[in-house]
Nanobody
Framework: QVQLVESGGDLVQAGGSLRLSCAAPRIILSTFSMSTMGWYRQPPGKQRELVAAVTVGGTTNYADSVKGRFTISKDNAKRTLYLQMNSLKLEDTAVYYC??????????WGQGTQVTVSS
């Protein structure tokens, strides 16, 4: 079983920045390296949505709402996924979840970390 541990969520003012981390401390390094990973979020009362993802080859894609503000990165040696969030807006308030999909198509989720943006 893959364990994903998110951290970094906080209360921040609009315009501020946060960096989320998602660690997979018990995963085999090769499995982590060969996994596609992403960040999803679920705003209050809404469905979970994709925020950003990074493929095995390093290709990234972003939701239109965060392009130019958020950056996803993956450190295979540290078995950690990051999401740098800048110029935060009120509408970025949500629970943020880390997702890992391995080479066999199995998916795993973290427990979520709360990001609250205030005016």
């Amino acid at each position: 079983q893959v364990q994903l541990v998110e951290s970094g969520g906080d209360l921040v003012q609009a315009g501020g920045s946060l960096r989320l981390s998602c660690a997979a401390p018990r995963i085999i390094l090769s499995t982590f390296s060969m996994s596609t990973m992403g960040w999803y979020r679920q705003p209050p009362g809404k469905q979970r949505e994709l925020v950003a993802a990074v493929t095995v080859g390093g290709t990234t894609n972003y939701a239109d709402s965060v392009k130019g503000r958020f950056t996803i990165s993956k450190d295979n040696a540290k078995r950690t996924l990051y999401l740098q969030m800048n110029s935060l807006k009120l509408e970025d308030t949500a629970v943020y979840y880390c997702n890992l999909r391995n080479s066999r198509g199995s998916e795993y989720w973290g427990q979520g970390t709360q990001v609250t943006v205030s005016s």
